[in-house]
């Protein structure tokens, strides 16, 4: 390895702010746009009986009440995953527990 390496790889513990806050922003996009695609696939084999040019009125009905339970059920899970985390004691560092 020489010197060059050694030190762009030393410096990877120190992340630019800017570049960790890029890559949280990506990383959100990307959860965003899978929660849309299992979204829209989940509806869509549910509400869509035969597609056609024109939806009807219950195909839109269906899919907006798929659409409402879906985003209630992600925020129920995140709610309840969010409760679990607080409620967990914290590691003490003994496991002689």
Not at 14 to 25: N, T, Y
Not at 51 to 80: H, M, W, Y
């Amino acid at each position: 390895m020489d010197s060059s390496s050694s030190s762009s790889v030393a410096g990877l513990g120190a992340v630019d702010p800017q570049l960790q806050h890029f890559i949280e922003v990506e990383t959100q996009k990307r959860r965003f746009q899978q929660l849309v695609h299992q979204m829209t696939e989940l509806c869509w084999e549910k509400c869509m009986d035969k597609p056609g040019p024109k939806l009807d009125g219950r195909a839109e009905a269906c899919f907006v009440n798929c659409v409402e339970r879906f985003i209630d059920t992600s925020q129920f899970i995140l709610n309840r995953l969010e409760q679990t985390q607080k409620s967990k004691p914290v590691f003490s560092g003994s496991l002689s527990d």
